[in-house]
């Protein structure tokens, strides 16, 4: 579980915020952050992680601080976390040194399912081999708790198939995986949960049962989220 209370974050050099009054995540909730640029998604999946100081307010995985937790814990982003000079084989070591769970077979049969070249240098990868080699390492560290930020952005629609289905297949069903995304309809049949953010506050947290039982689309729902801005702005 992940829990967020009175979580104030702000930057020295913008009035940006992030401010959450209470946020929980339930273990084994695969949920959407969704919002328009710079509301705060990317934000929030580095807070959980523990990346970056809170002004005030705590997070806990699993009842305990963040960074106890970080074994237990794999962020998959678009600038990818891999070291550019190194080959996909050199980094499976890198992690394995670092991350006990790291599951180097399991990393090598992702490596080979998604027809990545494990001796060339990484920096010479097509960006959606890169995304295939960042969410392999991610599944492989076997990690409880997947932040993706961002995950499918600058990918063709074949390729942002292809990571949601690598995502989907690689996952044991236990994982709590928190999703940032714009690709509203491709994420709508995964998730369980969305959460919209809006100028750094939670401005919609609905269910995806829910909203089928009224009817509705995330479309609608992110609608409503700016519509309930606009009042609030007046
Ligand atoms: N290091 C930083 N210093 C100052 N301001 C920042 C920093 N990082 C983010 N911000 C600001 O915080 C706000 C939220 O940014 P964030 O990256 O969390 O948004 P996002 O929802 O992930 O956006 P996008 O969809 O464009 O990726 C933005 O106004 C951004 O300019």
């Known amino acids: 579980m992940i829990e967020l209370k009175y979580v104030d974050k702000r930057y020295p050099t913008s009035n940006a915020l992030l401010y959450i009054n209470s946020l929980t995540i339930e273990t084994g909730e695969i949920v959407g952050i969704l919002g328009e640029n710079g509301s705060g998604k990317t934000t929030l999946l580095k807070s959980i992680m523990g990346l970056g100081e809170l002004q005030s307010g705590e997070i806990t995985i699993a009842g305990k601080p963040v960074l106890d937790q970080y074994e237990r814990m794999a962020f998959i982003t678009e600038e990818g976390s891999f070291l550019p000079n190194s080959t996909p084989l050199e980094y499976g070591e890198f992690l394995a040194a670092f991350f006990p769970r790291f599951d180097q ?13 494990i001796r060339r240098a990484i920096r010479t990868f097509s960006k959606g081999q890169k995304m295939k080699l960042e969410m392999s390492a991610g599944l492989a560290k076997r990690a409880d708790y997947l932040l993706m930020d961002e995950p499918f952005v600058g990918k063709d629609v074949f390729a942002r198939r292809d990571s949601l289905k690598l995502l989907m297949s690689g996952l044991r069903g236990d994982e709590t995986v928190l999703i940032s995304t714009h690709l509203i309809d491709e994420i709508e049949n995964v998730i369980d949960r969305a959460i919209v953010l809006h100028q750094g506050l939670v401005r919609a947290d609905v269910t995806i049962d829910d909203l089928r039982e009224e009817g509705k689309s995330l479309t609608d729902v992110m609608l409503e989220a700016r519509q309930s801005n606009r009042h609030y702005a007046d």
């Open 105 to 117: 077979p399991y990393y090598a049969e992702l490596l080979q399912r998604y027809e990545l070249p």
